[in-house]
């Protein structure tokens, strides 16, 4: 079952606002985004283009999303040549 677009942990939160707002409440947003963006790199690694790309999207697009930087900067930017050194590939 979804509901708002979390599924069950939406239905299960008692916290007011829902689970963004829990992540912000106790100050582990900064950490899910980090963790968002490893699992982006992750999915590139192993080849789940479609998907690394997705998530992709959605982490850089994000509204309220942290400014990604240094390290995390180089390797989204690496993953973003690969991602589309892969796909130039399958379409020549």
């Known amino acids: 079952m979804s509901t708002g677009g979390y599924g069950l942990l939406d239905n299960r939160c008692?916290?007011?606002?829902?689970?963004?707002?829990?992540?912000?409440?106790?100050?582990?947003?900064?950490?899910?985004?980090?963790?968002?963006?490893?699992?982006?790199?992750?999915l590139a690694r192993l080849r789940d283009d479609e998907l690394a790309a997705t998530l992709l999207g959605a982490v850089a697009k994000a509204p309220g999303a942290p400014p990604v930087y240094g390290d995390d900067a180089e390797r989204l930017a690496e993953v973003v040549a690969t991602l589309r050194d892969r796909a130039l590939a399958f379409v020549a």
Not at 14 to 32: A, E, V
């Open 14 to 42: 008692p916290h007011q606002g829902g689970p963004h707002q829990i992540t912000r409440d106790f100050g582990i947003s900064t950490h899910l985004w980090t963790g968002l963006r490893w699992l982006v790199v992750l």
